[in-house]
């Protein structure tokens, strides 16, 4: 039933994306929406604190009324822990003005109080904003979930904003801060002054980058369809009857984050400093290039999922199989089919929000794998290759996934590859005996019809390379998952056609250049033949025209729909759906709880982007 609400909620609530937001991990529990106030007020021109003495702090649920009828969403609060950020040990966090704890466990009112706590640091801030209190789940179910962070600086001297200033309350996407992550798409924000010298007076502002960054451009008005900010600074004049001004800002293209809250902006009047706002540009990678610090904040989001959040098996057996092993009917839902590019779309979203659950800062890198790779091929990382007739990955004892196991496997991940560790499958490139470079994807063709078939080229060309029987990663579909490169590769596979999309201006789903088949199964013609198989293997798809391949379908396992015929006589659906519903979060509701081929295509709405180019 709570599943249904979900879907209800998102159908009538498109423009209120946090009403619909979900814990990721429990995409049936909804999301506390979780404010905290430095120093007790609303303004940050005070989250400046010092090591001599703690400074009062609170956080509240804002979402606590339900959305339809009376009563509490949290009835009994929500059981969390505040902390610091991951591998970060900055602040003194506590419930009372002494100690020398750095985290504590308590309930959050379910009726929305504020909740009273104290703060003092315990090393001086690297840099303003880069000291963060987190608030994460701690129940018996759905916990190590982050919802919520917040910036301030530990300093040796007195903050740089004097309080006889105009003080002003920003909210970037909404009131929380797990919405404070950003790409090169726009994100709405506002402003407000909280204490004028009267209603009818006003405030001229400036927003800017904070010097020595550039991280962020900005924008006010509505901007075109497939735009972006592009402004370097922005002009804004506030009220004094405390109404909100809106702007927006956007990642600055070739100058993403590498640490959260690296993204600072200033309110300025004139030459004085009002506020200082702290977002990430979170932007997917080359893995190859990575800093220590992003690598190692990957490595130990991935052990959580998998050791803590127990989910990783299920990415596993939703791909071409389930717990038993290879299943046909989940093989061609994904694959050898229209629906292959939009369907893995989707799947490795999932994933990397599963991940943002443990560690917001974190993005799901991809495998150039046309180009040599030796960062990732390590034993600090994904894992050296070893020496014959061993197979399995040598990986560093202190890497958080030395401890790597799947279900029925020994321990360790299976990997011996022809091409060492060097990263690169084949030493031809371009041509059929080897992986195709990014240039012989794209020449591909121009159509969705012709693109498509890069699943049979490039896709297969760099699993095929890999190690054949002897590593996982060039197994069967179903065991290629149980290595954590095969994410890596497929964050390829997607940002191939990211761009290609971008290349070519293939947005519109309507159009059959940007997804060949259009409609819906159900009205779809029965020529040519809606499934078929090689005669002499069962296993081996030839025609692939099944209940989920056309633009307005929906995606299985996050349709929840299982064992579904649309009049074929034949099994379309697998008999479980085990990724069911897709996590909505704080900010995007996109590609929505059941996505649809439709809703995965423009992955500007998605809020990613890449390294490598600028969709805009």
Same mark, same amino acid.
Not at 47 to 67: H, L, M, V
Not at 113 to 141: P, R, Y
Not at 450 to 458: I, Q
């Given at each position: ?73 949290? @009835? ?92 002003? $309350? ?90 959260? %809250? ?22 997917? %990678? ?19 999922? +998998? ?15 389930? $717990? ?6 989940? +093989? ?30 974190? $993005? ?84 969705? &019809? ?11 060309? $760099? ?35 990211? %761009? ?12 059959? &250049? ?7 199964? &159900? ?5 040519? @033949? ?50 069911? @519903? ?32 600028? @969709?805009?």
């Amino acid at each position: 039933m709570k599943h249904y609400y979900f879907i209800f909620c998102c159908v009538i609530m498109v423009l209120f994306a946090n009403s619909c937001a979900v814990i990721p991990t429990c995409p049936n529990s909804r999301m506390p929406i979780i404010e905290i106030q430095v120093n007790n007020t609303e303004s940050n021109h005070d989250d400046y604190i010092g090591t001599s003495g703690f400074i009062q702090c609170r956080a509240r649920i804002t979402n606590f009324n339900k959305d339809f009828g009376s009563g509490l969403q949290f @009835p009994g609060g929500v059981e969390v822990e505040f902390r610091n950020k991951r591998l970060s040990s900055d602040l003194f966090i506590s419930t009372t003005n002494s100690g020398v704890t750095t985290s504590f466990f308590t309930t959050l009112p379910g009726n929305g109080g504020w909740f009273n706590f104290f703060v003092k640091g315990n090393s001086l801030s690297a840099a303003d904003k880069a000291s963060i209190i987190e608030i994460a789940t701690a129940g018996a179910s759905c916990n190590e979930v982050v919802i919520a962070r917040k910036g301030l600086m530990v300093s040796s001297s007195p903050g740089p904003i004097p309080n006889t200033r105009p003080q002003v $309350a920003i909210e970037v996407g909404s009131i929380t801060t797990i919405d404070d992550y950003i790409a090169w798409n726009p994100v709405s924000c506002r402003i407000k002054w909280l204490n004028p010298s009267a209603p009818g007076a006003t405030l001229n502002i400036t927003l800017r980058n904070m010097p020595s960054l550039n991280r962020l451009r900005f924008a006010t008005g509505t901007l075109a369809a497939g735009t972006t900010a592009t402004n370097l600074t922005e002009n804004l004049t506030l009220s004094g009857d405390g109404s909100w001004a809106s702007f927006k800002i956007a990642g600055n293209q070739n100058n993403a984050s590498v640490e959260d %809250k690296d993204a600072v902006f200033e309110v300025m009047q004139g030459a004085d400093l009002l506020a200082r706002e702290a977002v990430m540009v979170r932007i997917r %990678k080359n893995a190859n290039t990575l800093s220590t610090p992003e690598r190692d904040r990957y490595l130990e989001a991935l052990r959580e999922i +998998h050791q803590t959040y127990n989910f990783y098996e299920l990415f596993k057996n939703s791909h071409s199989g389930n $717990a038993s092993g290879f299943n046909v009917i989940a +093989h061609r839902q994904a694959h050898v089919g229209s629906a292959f590019l939009p369907w893995h779309r989707a799947f490795m979203l999932h994933i990397e929000r599963i991940l943002q659950a443990s560690d917001p800062s974190v $993005a799901l890198p991809y495998w150039h794998f046309d180009m040599s790779s030796p960062n990732m091929f390590n034993a600090d990382f994904m894992g050296a290759n070893p020496t014959a007739p061993a197979a399995v990955a040598i990986i560093n004892p202190s890497n958080p996934i030395s401890t790597w196991q799947i279900t029925g496997q020994a321990a360790g991940i299976r990997r011996r590859t022809p091409y060492g560790n060097n990263g690169i499958p084949s030493s031809v490139m371009g041509t059929g005996t080897g992986v195709a470079t990014e240039a012989a994807t794209f020449a591909l063709g121009a159509n969705y &019809s012709s693109f498509k078939g890069m699943e049979g080229t490039t896709h297969n060309g $760099a699993h095929n390379n890999s190690g054949n029987s002897v590593s996982w990663i060039a197994g069967s579909p179903h065991i290629a998952p149980q290595d954590p490169l095969f994410y890596f590769l497929h964050g390829n596979i997607e940002r191939l056609w990211a %761009k290609w999309q971008w290349l070519n201006n293939r947005f519109d789903a309507t159009q059959s &250049s940007t997804y060949d088949l259009q409609g819906g199964h &159900s009205n779809s013609p029965s020529s040519p @033949p809606v499934f078929t198989t090689n005669p002499g293997n069962p296993n081996q798809i030839t025609s692939n025209r099944t209940f989920g391949q056309y633009v307005e379908d929906s995606l299985w396992p996050w349709d929840n729909k299982t064992g579904v015929s649309q009049g074929t006589g034949t099994l379309e659906r697998p008999a479980t759906a085990p990724l069911t @519903p897709f996590p909505i979060v704080v900010g995007s509701i996109f590609p929505g709880a059941q996505p649809t081929i439709k809703t995965t295509i423009d992955f500007r709405l998605m809020n990613y982007g890449y390294d490598d180019f600028f @969709p805009y």
